[in-house]
């Protein structure tokens, strides 16, 4: 069950013609439910520690993909691997994407002017 709650905060009047579209929501387990983080094994405590070091998770939570420390791009894809059983093949679009090529980190595609 998820349950999604919108709040005003600081609003002195109710604004009866309101409101918010929602485009999407993105789900994310909690590090310790990932494959090769869960556990108190060495290199399990050691992939948690890199995360936060090097503040991983917040960089992969990011709309756009930055530029990541080696160890985070490492990581993630690490992580991508093992959830998706191997690479996905990547489904850049012609008609919207400037290429065909999948951005190697996170398999994003280099959209034309005006597309998201």
């Given at each position: 069950?998820?349950?999604?709650?919108?709040?005003?905060?600081?609003?002195?009047?109710?604004?009866?013609?309101?409101?918010?579209?929602?485009?999407?929501?993105?789900?994310?387990?909690?590090?310790?439910?990932?494959?090769g983080f869960h556990g108190?094994?060495?290199?399990?405590?050691?992939?948690?520690?890199?995360?936060?070091?090097?503040?991983?998770?917040?960089?992969?939570?990011?709309?756009?993909?930055?530029?990541?420390?080696?160890?985070?791009a490492h990581l993630l894809?690490?992580?991508?691997?093992?959830?998706?059983?191997?690479?996905?093949?990547?489904?850049?679009?012609?008609?919207?994407?400037?290429?065909?090529?999948?951005?190697?980190?996170?398999?994003?595609?280099?959209?034309?002017?005006?597309?998201?």
């Amino acid at each position: 069950k998820i349950i999604v709650r919108f709040q005003r905060a600081g609003v002195a009047q109710r604004h009866p013609a309101a409101f918010i579209l929602v485009d999407s929501l993105v789900l994310l387990p909690h590090v310790t439910e990932l494959p090769g983080f869960h556990g108190d094994d060495p290199a399990s405590v050691e992939r948690r520690e890199a995360l936060k070091h090097y503040t991983c998770l917040e960089l992969f939570r990011m709309a756009t993909m930055p530029d990541l420390p080696e160890t985070c791009a490492h990581l993630l894809c690490s992580i991508s691997a093992l959830i998706h059983d191997g690479a996905l093949p990547c489904q850049c679009d012609l008609q919207g994407s400037t290429s065909s090529v999948c951005h190697k980190l996170g398999g994003q595609c280099q959209c034309k002017p005006n597309v998201m």
